[in-house]
């Protein structure tokens, strides 16, 4: 992957020490011809300019032996000036006419001057100030010794993700993150800001995983990725090619990545509050095939009846009676104690248990009591309204009635990207939607019955989901739970956000690697920045499009990458090349979803089957369809659509609670 160093270097500079600007062991100058190559972010090498040294033969040398040092460094800041004392010498040279500046008869000696940030000493014991040496450009090897990559790079089990080339002086060299850092366990997940349109952060990503995909270790076992799709059409066409220029497939190769989109992507979108047509852009009829509906019932969302409650309703009682709710009355036979007895599977079932409760109460009891098995009413109709609100204020996602369908827990496939379309979801389902299938991959990963060894979760716009002020939600708990103890499990985020400052400190402190495309300039004036010289954050402010910069453990300071093209469909192409198909008239939408899963299925005997039938029985013996798979489709169609389908009847199902979640306090464990 690496070309060959180049035979006998040219130096282009050379490190120059004062009393007021010495050389440290960090930090050196040096000044190069007016005419050069190197600008900000450049990486230079110091040394004796024999090729590219070797800093582990190095290392083994022994200590009265002569070694010489050599310095790697990344120029952080640069200054240009000539030998005048004052700027009115210049005027009174030119006489005051600026016009006439060029005519002077002398032409004044000018220097560039550069300062350079140490990457890396060899040896690096003892470590010393950089030597007064001459400055080189640094070719590929140089820039896998000076990021430290020849350890994963060249290792038994190389370890190495491309990230993108470095570019500066002329050059393209590839720049690797290390898989032990970006994925686990080492360190762990990936966090990307800048401006909206310019940083190309959602593009990043996408190139990124790309890479993941492709060179992810044999060693390291298999790799997934969830997207959680919060804007329009983003992620919608993530299977299909976009177009490319030709410098961006030679960067492709250079970096050895395959310019093509993702082979196995797999949608999931919630239904529309029709119940039959899918709420995502991806509806053209040539994709929709690749689209799952994502439907949860009752007992999903109980399971996760934590997130639908705000922070003044969490208190003790709210609790005990959700877990009441969970532990003795969801898919049993219950007696309420007024005479009735339910079997609560569904939301219709739930709600008629509370109205024969708070009927009991008053008519019963006479209003008498205000508790009912050591609930109080009041509690209870809370409970009440949150769970109801969300079946109606998430219709489609929710089903009020009836069985859900889900994403494949056991089986998650190697190498395969499942994208779940939460954009046209509200916010309250979107919370639901991302508390559950985070808190699902988290518990099939600890018990390793995923699929997959390493998840990646991609969660686009971080300042919405984990804010940095604001109240304590669930959602945001559980991001910084991932980000605190994901890695141990392979669970990593992949973050994205306009502002960095906005977002809770731990989630982006916690993440090893750190992307940045265009910055704004008031965000770059936030403390978050300090650390960057002004040349660097300059820089960053007018960073062009499709260049980053990285932060990542192995480099010692932040690095300019160029990263090509995403290969997939934008998602604003997507929608022009395959607009989204009007919703269907509902006999319609149920005749696609049955052809979808059987081909033989012919439209008329459907639209006969269902002509007089319920629309809530129709879509409940779909699901059944959906969820069974039957070899005869139709037949099990007409033989469900008789009978009441009842959502449990698949598998025993084991009690779930919410896992717990620690309560964000400042101590980080
Ligand atoms: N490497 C690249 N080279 C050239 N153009 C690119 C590159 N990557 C992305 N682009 C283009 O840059 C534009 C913005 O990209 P993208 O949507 O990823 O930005 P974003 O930071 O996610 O924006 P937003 O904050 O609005 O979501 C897109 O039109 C995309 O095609
Ligand atoms: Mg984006």
Redesign the pocket.
């Known amino acids: 992957m690496i070309a060959p160093p180049e035979k006998a270097p040219t130096p282009i500079g050379r490190v120059v020490a004062t009393e007021t600007k010495p050389a440290t062991t960090h930090q050196f100058h040096f000044w190069t011809a007016t005419e050069t190559t190197i600008g900000i972010g450049a990486i230079v090498k110091v040394g004796p300019g024999s090729g590219s040294a070797d800093g582990g033969a190095q290392h083994a040398a022994p200590l009265h032996q002569h070694v010489e040092r050599v310095v790697y460094g990344v120029v952080t800041d640069g200054f240009a000036y000539s030998d005048l004392v004052t700027p009115l010498h210049d005027v009174i040279g030119a006489e005051g006419d600026p016009t006439r500046a060029a005519e002077a008869p002398t032409a004044r000696q000018e220097i560039r001057y550069w300062t350079a940030a140490v990457l890396r000493q060899t040896p690096e014991e003892p470590l010393q100030p950089v030597p007064l040496s001459q400055v080189y450009v640094a070719d590929d090897t140089d820039v896998a010794q000076a990021l430290r990559m020849d350890a994963f790079l060249h290792s038994a089990a190389p370890t190495a993700i491309p990230v993108g080339l470095y570019t500066s002086a002329g050059r393209d060299a590839p720049v690797y993150l290390d898989a032990d850092f970006l994925l686990g366990p080492e360190a762990a997940h990936l966090n990307i800001s800048?401006v909206?349109?310019?940083?190309?952060?959602?593009?990043?990503v996408e190139f990124l995983l790309g890479s993941i995909f492709a060179h992810f270790p044999s060693h390291k076992g298999r790799v997934a990725a969830v997207c959680f799709n919060v804007?329009g059409p983003?992620l919608c066409f993530l299977d299909q090619p976009g177009d490319l220029s030709d410098e961006?497939r030679h960067r492709y190769q250079r970096l050895g990545v395959p310019a093509a989109p993702f082979e196995r992507v797999r949608y999931y979108a919630p239904l529309k509050a029709d119940g039959v047509n899918l709420n995502t852009l991806r509806t053209h009829p040539d994709l929709i095939d690749a689209v799952e509906p994502l439907t949860w019932g009752l007992q999903e969302v109980v399971d996760f009846a934590e997130v639908l409650l705000n922070r003044d309703d969490i208190d003790a009682k709210a609790d005990a009676f959700i877990d009441f709710l969970r532990d003795r009355v969801l898919g049993r036979t219950f007696d309420d104690g007024f005479g009735g007895t339910h079997r609560v599977q569904t939301f219709a079932d739930l709600d008629r248990l509370f109205r024969s409760i708070f009927d009991g109460l008053e008519i019963t009891a006479g209003g008498r009591s205000d508790t009912w098995r050591t609930h109080h009413i009041a509690t209870m109709r809370k409970v009440r309204n949150r769970l109801m609100n969300i079946s109606t204020r998430c219709k489609g996602l929710v089903t009020d009635d009836g069985p859900s369908s889900d994403l494949p827990w056991n089986e998650f496939a190697d190498r395969t990207v499942y994208v779940i379309d939460i954009a046209n979801v509200d916010p309250l389902g979107q919370d639901l939607v991302f508390a559950r299938v985070v808190s699902k991959l988290r518990e099939q990963l600890e018990r390793r019955e995923l699929g997959v060894d390493a998840l990646v979760v991609f969660v686009?716009e971080l300042n919405k989901y984990a804010p940095g002020d604001g109240s304590e939600t669930y959602v945001k708990k559980m991001l910084l739970d991932i980000s605190e103890r994901g890695r141990y499990l392979g669970l990593v985020l992949f973050g994205?956000e306009?502002f960095r400052s906005q977002v809770h400190r731990r989630v982006v402190g916690n993440a090893g690697t750190q992307l940045f495309?265009r910055m704004d300039m008031d965000e770059l004036a936030t403390p978050g920045y300090q650390v960057l010289s002004p040349a660097t954050k300059s820089k960053l402010a007018t960073l062009p499009?499709?260049e980053l910069m990285v932060r990542h453990p192995h480099f010692t300071q932040p690095i300019f990458v160029r990263?090509?093209?995403?290969p997939v469909l934008?998602g604003r192409d997507g929608v022009e090349r395959f607009p989204p198909a009007a919703d269907v008239p509902f006999e319609d939408a149920v005749v696609r979803q049955l052809v979808q899963l059987d081909r033989r299925v012919r439209p008329n005997q459907v639209k006969d089957l269902i002509a007089d039938r319920e629309p809530d029985d129709v879509r409940r013996a779909l699901a059944a369809a959906r969820r069974t798979r039957p070899d005869d489709v139709l037949a099990y169609f007409r033989k469900i659509l008789g009978s009441r389908v009842t959502p449990d009847a698949r598998v025993p199902r084991e009690h779930q609670a919410v896992p717990p979640l620690n309560a964000i306090s400042d101590e980080p464990y």
Do not use: N, V
């Not at 940083?199 to 990043?204: E, I, N, Q, R």
């Not at 990263?563 to 995403?566: C, D, I, Q, S």
């Open positions: 800048g909206s349109g310019l940083a190309t952060k959602t593009s990043a804007k983003d961006d686009d994205a306009q495309g499009i499709g990263f090509p093209k995403p934008r």
